[in-house]
C-alpha cells in the first residue's frame, strides 16, 4: 500500500495568515493526489483535485501543488470559515488518506 | 439532485457482522464507482474500499481482505458495505461516497453510519 505522511498533524494561525500543508506519498504517485476539508459532523469536501486543480465552487484562497511524492496545500488567506481537519488522498494504487491536518485560529 | 442516502446507526456485539446501505439518486447508479470510507471517533479517514456498480467488481484496502464485502442491487440503486467479525476498534463511522466527476475523487458522500461494536 502506498503511506501517506502529512504534517503537521495540528496548526494554530491568525485570520488572514498564509497556512501550507504538506503530504508526501511514499512512492511516485505522479499527479493523483487530492485535498478535502471536513468540518466536525460533517463529510469531507473536495477542494482541489488532481493535485493542483480548484474544485468548482471553492474559494481562490485555496490552492495546491506537487508531483511524484512532494505536495503541498495552501490557504493564502486564513478565514474564520476555514476552520476544519484537512485531508490528502492518493489515488495512484487503490486509494490512502493522510492522517490530517487540524486546523484552528489563534 | 446528486443524493446518497445510508441507513441507520447500528449496535453490535463483538465477533458479529454489520450491514450498511448507501441508496443513491438522481444519476446513473452504475456510471460511478462507489467507495466506502470510515472514520473512528477523533481519529482520520480511512479508506475501505470501492465497487463498480455496473460489473460488481471491487477493490479492497488490504486491511480489511477477508472481513469486508461490498455489493450492489443495481435494481434499487443501492449500495452496501458489510463486515465481518467486528471488534471494537471497528466502532466508527462508515461512509459511502461516490466518485466524483474528476477520476480519483469523491463526491457526494452519504450523511455516515454509525456502527458501535460493544460487548
Known amino acids: 500500500d502506498i503511506q501517506m505522511t502529512q504534517s503537521p498533524s495540528s496548526l494554530s494561525a491568525s485570520v488572514g495568515d498564509r497556512v501550507t500543508i504538506t503530504c508526501q506519498a511514499s512512492?511516485?504517485?505522479?499527479?493523483?493526489l487530492n485535498w478535502y476539508q471536513q468540518k466536525p459532523g460533517k463529510a469531507p469536501k473536495l477542494l482541489i483535485y488532481?493535485?493542483?486543480n480548484l474544485e468548482t465552487g471553492v474559494p481562490s484562497r485555496f490552492s495546491g501543488s506537487g508531483s511524484g511524492t512532494d505536495f503541498t496545500f495552501t490557504i493564502s488567506s486564513l478565514q474564520p470559515e476555514d476552520i476544519a481537519t484537512y485531508y490528502c488522498?492518493?489515488?495512484?494504487?487503490?486509494?490512502?488518506f493522510g492522517q490530517g491536518t487540524k486546523l484552528e485560529i489563534k | 439532485q446528486v443524493q446518497l442516502v445510508q441507513s441507520g446507526a447500528e449496535v453490535k456485539k463483538p465477533g458479529a457482522s454489520v450491514k450498511v446501505s448507501c441508496k443513491a439518486s438522481?444519476?446513473?447508479?452504475?456510471?460511478?464507482?462507489m467507495h466506502w470510507v470510515r472514520q473512528a471517533p477523533g481519529q482520520g479517514l480511512e479508506w475501505m474500499g470501492r465497487?463498480?456498480?455496473?460489473?460488481?467488481?471491487?477493490n479492497y484496502a488490504q486491511k480489511f481482505q477477508g472481513r469486508v464485502t461490498m455489493t450492489r442491487d443495481t435494481s434499487i440503486s443501492t449500495a452496501y458495505m458489510e463486515l465481518s467479525r467486528l471488534r471494537s476498534d471497528d466502532t466508527a463511522v462508515y461512509y459511502c461516497?461516490?466518485?466524483?466527476?474528476?477520476?480519483?475523487?469523491?463526491?457526494?458522500w452519504g450523511q455516515g453510519t454509525l456502527v458501535t461494536v460493544s460487548s
Open positions: 488522498q492518493q489515488y495512484d494504487n487503490l486509494d490512502t
Open positions: 465497487i463498480n456498480p455496473n460489473s460488481g467488481g471491487t
Open positions: 461516497a461516490r466518485d466524483s466527476g474528476h477520476r480519483g475523487s469523491y463526491g457526494p
Open positions: 488532481d493535485a493542483s
Open positions: 512512492q511516485d504517485i505522479s499527479n493523483y
Open positions: 438522481g444519476y446513473t447508479f452504475t456510471g460511478y464507482y
